[in-house]
């Protein structure tokens, strides 16, 4: 039945018309519901709906909902192979693992890529281990035996060997083949580390108004005197410094004005005896007169090793295995 009325009509009149008229014949009441239908725009729309939908379907759902009791529940879940879920799982976080494997090398460490730690060297991060040098299975880390090789040591037929860096500085590869090792922490000097140089000095003149002496000794051998004294003989005056020399007889030989003295000298001129087989005396050198000596300095020095390391901080250095 085609439904009439006025839609625009209040809700609450039409059904203050049913109330007050009190109808009590079909063919009063009938209209009236109708109305109150009509009156509804949003009841007349949702009506529409459902008889579009068909009102037979009602019952097909309410059947539907009827059987999904908890046996059926259960048998449903039943259906669905654990196992071939769980095969299902694994090969999509393989696939996860692997895609971010292809992620971390591009933007972060690759498999045998090495960084400064400043962690606790007993606990790396995972997938590192710590450069220690230490020996590893080939077939456990397959990737990085691939990378790195027998570059560090190869250890025994099945094992490798990763990178000792501890108390170790890193140096680019370049003329030095990747994995060499050189330099010590300390040097000795030698002579050879030292430039070309030379050592030297001299004494100064001497200086002052008394004369210098020096003793001498027989072992000296042959050998002069400077003595100062006059030469007697009838005061025939002051010669000066004269050179004497000790001749094969133990006696002085003069030197100009002097036909020669015996030893020993006698005590008015204050030189003592010089005994054969010990000839001792003194070099009297006269007041201004410049002289130079030689020499060689004693060694200095203990020769302890030169620290060839810079200002540095440790930090453990650590390489990604897996």
């Known amino acids: 039945m085609p439904l009439t009325g006025n839609p625009n009509a209040p809700f609450s009149n039409s059904v203050r018309a049913i109330e007050t008229t009190d109808p009590v014949h079909p063919d009063s009441i ?20 459902l008889e579009g939908a068909g009102l037979t379907a009602l019952p ?17 879940l039943e259906g669905l192979n654990a196992g071939s879920r769980l095969t299902s799982l694994e090969n999509r976080m393989s696939s996860a693992e692997q895609a971010l494997d292809g992620i971390q090398s591009n933007i ?50 099945d094992t490798f060997r ?12 370049g003329n030095a083949s990747l994995g060499e090792v050189g330099g010590a922490n300390q040097q000795a000097l ?3 580390n030292l ?18 002496r020096g003793q001498w000794d027989a072992d000296a051998g042959a050998h002069g005197h400077y003595l100062v004294g006059s030469t007697g003989g009838g005061g025939s005056g002051y010669y000066g410094p004269q050179i004497f020399q ?16 015996s030893a020993p000298l006698d005590a008015s001129n204050q030189w003592s005896s010089v005994p054969a087989g010990a000839v001792l005396g003194y070099s009297v050198i006269p007041n201004g007169s410049e002289h130079r000596h030689t ?14 390391r810079p200002a540095y901080v440790a930090l453990a250095y650590i390489i990604r295995a897996k």
Not at 297 to 307: A, I, K, N, V
């Open 108 to 157: 972060g460490v690759p498999i045998g890529g090495i960084i400064q730690w400043a962690g606790s060297i007993a606990a790396p991060p995972a997938g590192f281990l710590l450069c220690d040098g230490r020996e590893l299975p080939r077939a456990d880390y397959p990737t990085l035996f691939a990378k790195i090789g027998t570059a560090f040591g190869a250890g025994g037929p």
């Open 195 to 212: 430039p070309a140089h030379v050592h030297t000095g001299a004494t100064k003149a001497p200086s002052g108004t008394k004369p210098q």
């Open 162 to 173: 990763i990178p000792d860096l501890r108390d170790r500085f890193v140096m680019g590869a």
């Open 246 to 261: 000790m001749d094969s007889m133990n006696e002085f030989a003069g030197g100009p004005g002097f036909s020669g003295i």
């Open 60 to 76: 097909a759902r309410v059947g539907a909902l009827e059987g999904l009791n908890a046996a059926n529940r259960l048998n449903a």
């Open 295 to 308: 020499f060689t300095t004693d060694p200095t020095g203990s020769g302890q090793p030169l620290d060839n």
């Open 30 to 49: 009938n209209p009236q519901l109708q109305a109150l239908i009509n009156n509804d725009a949003g009841l007349n729309a949702r009506l529409g709906v």
């Open 190 to 192: 030698s002579v050879a």
